[in-house]
């Protein structure tokens, strides 16, 4: 994993593979009457030291895989720059381009998908070769002979089909292929999430060595945080297009300094019950990546989320109802949008806000609420039957959104060693308010 390089002095940081700044990947939006785009990435930094194993961690439709895609230049970034090795990638084309993809490769999740069934194992392997026309054929047929041993598989394997082989195989197949023009750097996307646990661990030890051997750079893509806090020297948590906190491995596992990391983190089973720690849940669910908030990303959600200075004592059960109704409101609003105004009047379909009251009685059941706030409510109950949901949500951010809703926070630095977390959290400003996670789930 992290390789210091012979000939640099000891002192000195190891060299930086790739850095990454303010990079964005958006998909549509580009059309005066089209949707808003789709946010997949937006605006993330980071540096990979050569040698080194990245992990990537977050939720299901959090950008990982786009992030992975466009740092090889499969997709073209939106903005930001990519520095590999002293070049900026994203204004490369045609032949530059080319010859640089030698030095990126991936390898996917679905070793059952990935290969061409049609295809040899030897000509799968063979094939980046022949298509940057790599030496000889005969140097080329030696060297899938040597990828086939590096990646444990013997020779006779060259002349089969993918269909002859487990997942496990297919994988080492698509490793060995990944592996062809010799590659500095590897995003590996899921590698293993597909396999059976005891292949996995095979599987992760082969990108071990093979990274050992050939003085490999990772990315590591992985929804398994067991798998990403063994192998990786580094982590980035992402979520909603944006990377929430990144540093050393052991320190992000140990000691998460943001609200999302600690709620991903709780959310592992702890293999002693008795050391239950507490599972730290977010509420409602993610926002869609073409409609994220104005402020933090994880604002509509957030366990630590910071209130206003009205709101600062208000009880805790009071604050809960009020967010859970904010979003309430925010999807009706949501709803209405996707709809249209057209559709909505030609079939008069006002009538589903109706039900406005329940959700109200639901989330304020048991809860004393203060007059100020009722009024506050009964103003956006009024707007949602009216037809205005999104009045309604402008109506209640106004009276109970703080900076978490209107700003975005930036990157801090938390700790000697260099991690940052993105929360208002950690500036000077708001560090004392209340403990982070203020809202705990009791074995909901
Ligand atoms: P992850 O790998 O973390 O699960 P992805 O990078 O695959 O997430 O997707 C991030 C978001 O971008 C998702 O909302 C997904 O639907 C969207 N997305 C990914 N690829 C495209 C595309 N080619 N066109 C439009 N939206 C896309
Ligand atoms: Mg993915």
């Known amino acids: 994993m992290s ?92 032949t530059e381009l080319k010859e640089w993809r030698k030095n990126a490769q991936m390898v996917f999740q679905d070793p059952e998908s990935s290969l061409n069934d049609r295809m040899t194992v ?32 013997p020779d006779k394997h060259y002349f089969r089909y993918p269909h002859q082989f487990s997942g496990g195989q297919r994988q080492r197949i698509g490793i060995a292929r990944a592996l062809a023009l010799e590659p500095d750097f590897l995003v590996l996307d899921e590698p293993v999430s597909a396999l059976d646990v005891s292949v996995q661990a095979k599987i992760i030890r082969l990108l071990e060595d093979l990274q ?61 019950p008795s050391a239950a720690s507490q599972r730290i849940t977010l509420s409602g669910t993610p926002p869609s990546p073409s409609d994220a908030p104005a402020g933090c990303n994880l604002s509509t959600r957030c366990p630590a989320k910071i209130r206003p200075e009205a709101y600062a004592d208000a009880d805790r059960d009071l604050w809960q109802a009020i967010e859970r109704f904010r979003e309430v409101v925010r999807e009706r609003a949501r709803v209405a949008l996707s709809l249209g105004d057209r559709v909505r009047r030609r079939f008069n379909r006002f009538d589903r806000f109706d039900d406005i009251e329940d959700s109200r009685a639901d989330t ?55 991690r940052q977390s993105y929360c208002h959290r950690h500036t000077d400003e708001y560090e004392d308010v209340e403990p982070v996670i203020s809202r705990r789930a009791d074995n909901e």
């Open 122 to 153: 030897g000509e799968i392997i063979r094939e980046p070769l022949d298509a940057h026309s790599w030496k000889t054929m005969t140097d080329r047929r030696e060297r899938v002979l040597d990828l086939l041993s590096a990646v444990g598989l």
């Open 212 to 272: 050992e051997d050939f003085n490999l750079t990772y990315l590591l893509i992985a929804h398994d945080l067991s798998v990403v806090r063994y192998i990786s020297d580094r982590v980035a948590v992402m979520y909603l297009g944006k990377i929430m906190e990144k540093g050393e491995t052991e320190e992000v596992f140990s000691n998460a300094s943001n609200p999302y990391t600690q709620s991903l983190l709780s959310a592992i089973p702890e293999p002693d």
């Open 3 to 94: 390789n210091t390089l012979e000939q640099s002095p000891p002192t000195e940081e190891s060299e930086t593979l790739i850095e990454v700044e303010g990079l964005k990947k958006y998909y549509g939006g580009e059309g005066m009457f089209s949707d808003p785009p789709v946010k997949a990435v937006d605006g993330v930094s980071f540096e990979i030291k050569r040698g080194e194993t990245l992990g990537l961690v977050g939720e299901s439709g959090c950008g990982k895989s786009t992030l992975g895609r466009t740092l090889l230049a499969l997709e073209i970034a939106t903005e930001g720059s990519i520095i590999y090795d002293g070049t900026d990638i994203t204004g490369l084309s045609g």
């Open 364 to 418: 304020f059941d048991g809860v004393e609420v203060p007059e100020r706030v009722d009024q506050q409510i009964e103003t956006a109950v009024e707007m949602v039957k009216r037809g205005e949901p999104m009045e309604a949500q402008q109506h209640l951010y106004t009276e109970f959104a703080s900076v978490c809703d209107h700003e975005r926070p930036e990157m801090h630095e938390v700790s000697v060693s260099g």
